[in-house]
């Protein structure tokens, strides 16, 4: 009798992914049993329990802040130098945060308080960038993705040639004309080249989604090319388009400090890590500090941000999984 009641008793199931698609109920890892999560659900499942993600995220949460709130982090100005007292004055890294903390430059200004308030320039770069090129080449994209004919063909010719141009070299060649060049103009001629990456992505997402079964029964169900492209191809189309941005992001704001270093980028008197790398650059043999603060802080922000994308790309990519 043991053994006929052993025999009935069927085996649990068990999900195709290993219980990936499904959390038991009371744990906070899915929510109720056999509810499937989504994608993105999914994703940020993964990205909590990522060590890069977590490093990377602080890491920027604490840039952010820095560009939003300057004075939470230093009372010093960033623009008052005094070269009786301070001119070149080596780093006193027994007092954290404060103005002499990381030293002085050549001209007295204190070299932390530069560095917290050029978190601000290249921080608002680096977004506004991401935000301009992700709009305009993700609109370009998923418009030559979906309709195709013509209208892919006259995009994807304009995109060849704005590919075409040298990215830096091009930024110069625009920013040559502006005699005051502020944030919103670096950021607008980083834009202006730099939205074909995200264009062609998008494009190669959209004309993968469009053929999917979901999309081609909205069609067939009457729906509008709007409700389609909004509601069913941009939400299924959009991942691989934010983990480009992501990686991105840190690229544009390398691609400032670079501009600023060469004296084509942000214009005084507004502070940047790019400018102070220049700045520095006379001083590398008596005060290589000068030069060599700026540019970690530089390093450790692209990198952030490249880890950040990386974990992204690697949460929303059902191949590495």
Known sequence: MSDVSQATIPAPATPADGGKSAGLAGTGDGGPVGKPRSLWSDAWYDLRRNPLFVISAVL????????????????????????????LQQPQYGHFFSPEWLGYDAQGRSIYARLVYGARASVTVGVAVTLM?????????????????????????????????????????????????????????????????????????????????????AKALGAGTGRILLRHVLPNAVAPVIVVATIALGGYIAAEASLSFLGIGISPPTVSWGMDVSDGKDQLRNAPFVLITPAVMVSVTVLAFIMLGDAVRNALDPKLR
């Open 60 to 87: 920027i949460l604490v840039l952010l802040v820095m560009a939003v709130f300057p004075q939470w982090f230093t009372s010093a100005s960033p623009r008052t130098g005094d070269l009786a007292n301070h001119f």
């Open 133 to 217: 090129v992700t709009l305009a080449g993700g609109l370009i994209g998923m418009l030559a993705g979906y309709f195709g004919g013509w209208i892919d063909s006259i995009l994807s010719r304009i995109l060849d040639v704005f590919a075409g141009l040298p990215f830096l070299l091009g930024s110069m060649v625009v920013l040559n004309v502006f005699d005051v060049r502020t944030v919103w103009i670096v950021a607008l001629a980083l834009a202006f080249l730099g939205w074909t990456q995200i264009a062609r992505v998008t494009r190669g997402s959209v004309i993968t989604t469009k053929q999917a079964d979901y999309v081609q029964a």
